[in-house]
C-alpha cells in the first residue's frame, strides 16, 4: 500500500520560530510536492521537487523554502513563522512521466502559529 | 495559464437522490482535468481524471464526469448519492510548470452535504 508520512498531524509554534514539516514517502516517486490548504481557497502549490537537490517554486513560496536531500524526503521550512502561516499543510508525491497527475497525499500536519 | 472555478462552495443532497458539482475551466490548449475527493480526517484521492481520450469519464465509487469543451465545463455527477459521499471535492488542472515539469491547480473546493 502507497504511503506518505508527515511527521506530526498537529503542530503550534510562536511567531518568528523556524519551523520543519517533514514529508516521507516510500513509493520510489520522483516527483514531491508541498501545497497549504486553507477553507474556501483550495490546495496552492508551495514547492515542488522533480529530483534530489531540485526544487521548484510554485504559486505562494514566499516565507518558505524547502530541501530534498534524498529522493524520499522532502522538507518544508518557515525560516521565521507568521501567524498568517497558520494553516494545514499537505505533502504529496507522485511518479515522473505521464501518470505525474495522480498525486498520493499525507494526512497532513494543521500549523498553529501564535 | 490554466485555472479551475469550482460554482459551489456547498452543495446539500438528499440520500438517493443526484449529485452535481460543477467545475469550469480555463485554457490555452486542451487540459487534463481531473477530480479529487478528499473525507473528512483522511488524505486526498483521485476519484477520476480526463486526458484528453473520452470525453465522458467514469471515477470510483459511481462518479463521473464529462468534459465539454464548447462550455469549457467537467462537472461531477453520480445519479444517487449516499451518506458516504459526503465529503469535499476539487476540481483539478495539470499545468505545466517550468522546464516543462507538471504541477496541479486545485479549484477552491466544494463541500457536498448528504442528507438522510
Known amino acids: 500500500d502507497v504511503k506518505v508520512t508527515q511527521s506530526s498531524r498537529y503542530l503550534v509554534k510562536r511567531t518568528g520560530e523556524k519551523v520543519f514539516l517533514e514529508c516521507v514517502q516510500d513509493?520510489?516517486?520522483?516527483?514531491m510536492f508541498w501545497y497549504r490548504q486553507d477553507p474556501g481557497l483550495g490546495l496552492r502549490l508551495i514547492y515542488f521537487s522533480y529530483d534530489v537537490k531540485m526544487k521548484e517554486k510554485g504559486d505562494i513560496p514566499e516565507g518558505y523554502s524547502v530541501s530534498r536531500e534524498k529522493k524520499e524526503r522532502f522538507s518544508l521550512i518557515l525560516e521565521s513563522a507568521s501567524t498568517n502561516q497558520t494553516s494545514m499543510y499537505l505533502c504529496?508525491?507522485?511518479?515522473?512521466?505521464?501518470?505525474?497527475?495522480?498525486?498520493?497525499f499525507g494526512p497532513g500536519t494543521r500549523l498553529t502559529v501564535t | 495559464a490554466q485555472s479551475v472555478t469550482q460554482l459551489d462552495s456547498h452543495v446539500s443532497v438528499s440520500e438517493g437522490t443526484p449529485v452535481l458539482l460543477r467545475c469550469n475551466y480555463s485554457?490555452?490548449?486542451?487540459?487534463?482535468l481531473f477530480w479529487y475527493v478528499q473525507h473528512p480526517n483522511k488524505g486526498l484521492q483521485l476519484l477520476l481524471k480526463?486526458?484528453?481520450?473520452?470525453?465522458l469519464v467514469k471515477g470510483i465509487n459511481g462518479f463521473e464526469a464529462e468534459f465539454k469543451k464548447s462550455e469549457t465545463s467537467f462537472h461531477l455527477t453520480k445519479p444517487s448519492a449516499h451518506m458516504s459521499d459526503a465529503a469535499e471535492y476539487f476540481c483539478?488542472?495539470?499545468?505545466?510548470?517550468?522546464?516543462?515539469?507538471?504541477?496541479?491547480?486545485f479549484g477552491s473546493g466544494t463541500r457536498l452535504q448528504v442528507q438522510p
Open positions: 504529496a508525491s507522485s511518479l515522473m512521466g505521464p501518470d505525474s497527475y495522480e498525486q498520493y
Open positions: 485554457s490555452s490548449y486542451s487540459p487534463s
Open positions: 483539478v488542472v495539470s499545468a505545466a510548470r517550468t522546464a516543462g515539469r507538471r504541477a496541479l491547480t
Open positions: 513509493m520510489d516517486h520522483e516527483n
Open positions: 480526463y486526458t484528453s481520450a473520452a470525453t
